[in-house]
Nanobody, 117 residues
Framework: VQLVESGGGLVQPGGSLRLSCFASGMIWSTFTMNTMGWYRQTPGNQRELVATIPHGGTPNYAESVKGRFTISRNASRKTVYLQMNSLTPEDTAVYYC?????????WGQGIQVTVSS
């Protein structure tokens, strides 16, 4: 199974981006068993939670992104999304898709998001 991220890039402050993460090689029923999520990391800092979403459950957001970011998932497409609005330079980071089942977390390769004028 691979988590394949897309949708990153350069955006101006106040702009929007939508990240996608496709769970390649995973069957639908297994996808629904995983809590999917997004984390981010900047140089010299630990990876931090952005948002997670269990199948059929309530999303969980970091305080810093509440009201600006929306996480969603599509089981038939085996994809999790992160809609990011009102972006600020502080959102600049490498964003990682994650899947968690029981206590095991698996990561995508990461995708750069840069917010700059």
């Amino acid at each position: 199974v691979q988590l394949v991220e897309s949708g990153g890039g350069l955006v101006q402050p106040g702009g929007s981006l939508r990240l996608s993460c496709f769970a390649s090689g995973m069957i639908w029923s297994t996808f629904t068993m995983n809590t999917m999520g997004w984390y981010r990391q900047t140089p010299g800092n630990q990876r931090e939670l952005v948002a997670t979403i269990p199948h059929g459950g309530t999303p969980n957001y970091a305080e810093s992104v509440k009201g600006r970011f929306t996480i969603s998932r599509n089981a038939s497409r085996k994809t999790v999304y992160l809609q990011m609005n009102s972006l600020t330079p502080e959102d600049t980071a490498v964003y990682y898709c994650s899947r968690q089942i029981d206590s095991e977390i698996y990561w995508g390769q990461g995708i750069q998001v840069t917010v700059s004028s």
